[in-house]
């Protein structure tokens, strides 16, 4: 177990009882008691004190004052759950909620890590292998077909090509499997994705339906194209197990995780999301229903019984469950005595797996470790497992250190690059709140 003593602080309980003391004995400490602004809110009773910590705070203010997001919450927990930092602030003519811990948000992509989870547990358990062809559990993807490289016109009728080999479940965890979004150079793709309206499906036979009619990107079994095949890996695993996602989920991950209230394919009746904003404008404002280009239409829904889950995309849930979730992928697949996942499989997950040549890091199986290089920026910790989600959600995990940090929003396409605002926050909250003492 790694020791969390740097971080152990004075906190506020002994200040108050200290001050109180004093009063008594000398009526020479007065607190200030005005109250705080709600929107910008410190937990820093809970940590080490560090003048220098008020840095990260005005850092986090200033990132909304300047219009890059409407709202954020930062977390940063050790792995055995104490909250080393906490800190929100708002724009009020945006949104007038207050982000905590217990806010819903829509985590977009940061499911795709819950749903490998699942899949590498079913894999331990020998219900699956992932060498295993994808047409074996979904034979309706036996006949998916390629797009030519040079094909760009308004449809995609020209004549298909069959992949150069059989899809795998490996390639839906290496993002090699030829699916994708709405932002792919070829416009008969994005049309083709948006005219399927994916998310309107009623049932997982429909969604496999839509997505066996799509082409493949000419990457398909070649190449690295981030895409919709952490969805698909859910539809494997529902055939491989004849359960519903979401009970596996519940079943092997929130459940013993017991999180499965705040972590979830379906929104509590009564709990209110943050709205959706955009930054596509160059000014952040209420995003149209239109706005979210990323299936070209209709978006997951979080409710209702006739759907499908989507398993890269769909989950909604809590900071603080998402953090417990981080936590036990930190902590070697184990959290609070309940084994999730075999050291083993954490470290080939984080494992070299595609991007080898990029200076800035390489992926795992979805999820990014860092080389500490960003540009622009002083050089930040390497080794970091990071990820986050469409709408302005990240995390990071530090194994070494024993730490997880949740950076959270919810806007589309931030006025200014969200992954360098990301890395400057993080790598600000490492000089001023992780420092050992």
Same mark, same amino acid.
């Given at each position: 177990?790694r020791?969390?003593? *740097?971080?152990?602080?004075?906190? +506020?309980?002994?200040?108050?009882? +200290? =001050?109180?003391?004093?009063a008594?004995?000398?009526?020479?400490?007065?607190?200030?008691?005005?109250?705080?602004?709600?929107?910008?809110?410190?937990?820093?009773e809970?940590?080490?004190?560090?003048?220098?910590?008020?840095?990260?705070d005005?850092?986090?203010n200033?990132?909304?004052?300047?219009?890059?997001?409407?709202?954020?919450?930062?977390?940063?927990?050790?792995?055995?759950? #104490?909250?080393?930092? $906490?800190?929100?602030?708002?724009?009020?003519?945006?949104?007038?909620?207050?982000?905590?811990?217990?806010?819903?948000?829509?985590?977009?992509?940061?499911?795709?890590?819950?749903?490998?989870?699942?899949i590498?547990? +079913?894999? &331990?358990?020998?219900?699956?292998?992932?060498?295993?062809?994808v047409?074996?559990?979904?034979?309706?993807?036996?006949?998916?077909?390629?797009?030519?490289?040079?094909?760009?016109?308004?449809? =995609?009728?020209?004549?298909p090509?069959?992949? !150069?080999?059989?899809?795998?479940? /490996?390639?839906?965890?290496?993002?090699?499997?030829?699916?994708? *979004?709405?932002?792919?150079? *070829?416009?008969?793709?994005?049309?083709?994705?948006?005219?399927?309206?994916?998310? /309107?499906?009623?049932?997982?036979d429909?969604?496999?339906?839509?997505?066996?009619?799509?082409?493949?990107?000419?990457?398909?079994?070649?190449?690295?194209?981030y895409?919709?095949?952490?969805?698909?890996?859910?539809l494997?695993?529902?055939?491989?197990?004849?359960?519903?996602?979401?009970?596996?989920?519940r079943?092997?991950?929130?459940?013993?995780?017991? !999180?499965?209230d705040?972590?979830?394919?379906?929104?509590?009746?009564?709990?209110?999301?943050?709205?959706?904003?955009?930054?596509?404008?160059?000014?952040?404002?209420?995003?149209?229903?239109?706005?979210?280009?990323?299936?070209?239409?209709?978006?997951?829904?979080?409710?209702?019984?006739?759907?499908?889950?989507?398993?890269? /995309?769909?989950?909604?849930?809590?900071?603080?469950?998402?953090?417990?979730?981080?936590?036990m992928?930190?902590?070697?697949?184990?959290?609070?005595?309940?084994r !999730?996942?075999d050291?083993?499989?954490? #470290?080939?997950?984080s494992?070299?797996?595609?991007?080898?040549?990029?200076?800035?890091?390489?992926?795992?199986?979805?999820?990014?470790?860092?080389?500490?290089?960003?540009?622009?920026?002083?050089?930040?910790?390497?080794?970091?497992?990071?990820?986050?989600?469409?709408?302005?959600?990240?995390?990071?995990?530090?194994? /070494?250190?024993?730490?997880?940090?949740?950076?959270?929003?919810?806007?589309?396409q931030?006025?200014?690059?969200?992954?360098? &605002? !990301?890395?400057? +926050?993080?790598?600000?909250?490492? $000089?001023?709140?992780?420092?050992?003492?």
């Open positions: 177990m020791s969390p003593a *740097y971080f152990a602080g004075f906190g +506020l309980t002994a200040l108050i009882s +200290l =001050c109180f003391g004093l008594l004995s000398l009526g020479a400490c007065a607190l200030n008691t005005q109250r705080p602004d709600p929107r910008r809110v410190s937990s820093h809970i940590s080490a004190p560090n003048a220098d910590r008020a840095i990260v005005e850092a986090i200033d990132a909304v004052d300047r219009g890059v997001y409407p709202f954020l919450y930062v977390r940063v927990e050790t792995i055995e759950g #104490a909250v080393v930092y $906490e800190h929100r602030t708002v724009n009020p003519a945006l949104t007038p909620r207050i982000p905590t811990g217990d806010s819903w948000f829509r985590l977009w992509s940061m499911s795709k890590s819950v749903t490998i989870a699942a590498l547990d +079913l894999e &331990e358990d020998g219900v699956l292998d992932r060498t295993d062809p047409s074996a559990y979904i034979p309706e993807f036996a006949s998916l077909s390629v797009l030519g490289a040079d094909h760009d016109g308004p449809s =995609c009728a020209a004549t090509a069959p992949p !150069i080999r059989a899809m795998t479940i /490996e390639d839906l965890l290496n993002h090699t499997d030829g699916f994708y *979004y709405t932002y792919t150079q *070829y416009h008969c793709l994005n049309k083709s994705l948006g005219e399927a309206r994916l998310p /309107e499906a009623t049932s997982s429909d969604l496999i339906n839509r997505i066996a009619n799509l082409p493949l990107h000419p990457s398909a079994m070649a190449d690295y194209h895409g919709i095949g952490t969805t698909v890996l859910g494997v695993a529902e055939r491989a197990t004849g359960k519903a996602f979401d009970a596996i989920i079943e092997r991950i929130t459940g013993p995780l017991n !999180i499965d705040t972590l979830s394919y379906t929104l509590p009746v009564d709990t209110p999301l943050f709205p959706t904003v955009t930054g596509k404008s160059g000014t952040l404002t209420l995003a149209e229903k239109d706005d979210l280009e990323i299936f070209d239409g209709p978006v997951p829904r979080y409710r209702g019984a006739e759907r499908a889950f989507f398993g890269g /995309e769909g989950m909604v849930g809590t900071t603080r469950a998402y953090a417990t979730f981080l936590r992928m930190g902590n070697d697949g184990i959290l609070n005595g309940v !999730i996942l050291a083993a499989t954490l #470290a080939d997950w494992a070299p797996k595609t991007q080898l040549d990029s200076p800035y890091g390489h992926n795992g199986f979805n999820i990014w470790v860092t080389s500490g290089k960003v540009d622009g920026m002083p050089d930040q910790k390497p080794g970091l497992l990071v990820g986050g989600g469409y709408e302005g959600t990240a995390f990071w995990i530090d194994q /070494e250190l024993g730490i997880v940090g949740l950076i959270m929003s919810q806007v589309h931030p006025v200014t690059n969200g992954a360098d &605002e !990301i890395a400057r +926050l993080r790598g600000l909250i490492y $000089e001023h709140v992780l420092t050992t003492q």
